[in-house]
């Protein structure tokens, strides 16, 4: 996360939910917040399946619900 890695889609997907702007340092393992994932990104693909993208860095969702991504 601190090398500001890139996060592309495995395979071609609808954003269903996203969550950003939780600190993404919990030291705790109790922190609120994306339910349990903190910052992420969650698609659906066109078989019905899903993934999730998480722990990302505060402030960098960079799409919103609806968008496809490939």
Request: aromatic share 4%; hydrophobic share 30%.
């Given at each position: 996360m601190d090398a500001g890695r890139?996060?592309?889609?495995?395979?071609?997907?609808?954003?269903?939910?996203?969550?950003?702007?939780?600190?993404?340092?919990?030291?705790?393992?109790?922190?609120?917040?994306?339910?349990?994932?903190g910052n992420f990104v969650k698609l659906q693909h066109a078989d019905g399946s899903f993934t999730t993208y998480a722990h990302m860095k505060k402030f960098t969702v960079a799409v919103a619900v609806g968008d496809v991504v490939s």
């Open positions: 890139d996060i592309v889609a495995s395979a071609d997907g609808t954003v269903v939910t996203t969550n950003d702007g939780v600190d993404d340092r919990c030291t705790t393992g109790n922190c609120a917040g994306g339910s349990g994932f």
